[in-house]
């Protein structure tokens, strides 16, 4: 076994002017391996993994700053940079004003 316990990062956005309302909606970056809705078929690529869903498992147990390149992530997430965007399962921003 490995843990008792899952602990995810989960990488969200806002679309609102201020993040702190607590009116804002924030909407989650879906991936397109790593566990997340448990209403959706878990992935199956064995013996392969899709290696940024295998990273963000990695880093849920670590701080961001043992984990930089996940602030980069999120800044190329922000940027809506396509690159980044097609290694997500879905963009919540399609069409859409970045968050």
Known sequence: SITKERTEVVLQGTAS????????VWEEYD????PGD???????????????????WFAAFQTYEQNEWIIHLAGKLLAQEEEALSLMA??????????
């Open 17 to 24: 002017l201020d993040p702190n309302d607590p009116a804002a």
């Open 38 to 56: 448990l209403k959706r078929r878990p992935c199956f690529i064995s013996p392969y993994h899709y290696r940024l869903d295998w990273l963000m």
């Open 31 to 34: 991936f397109k391996c790593k």
């Open 90 to 99: 879905t963009n919540p921003f399609t069409g859409r004003a970045p968050p």
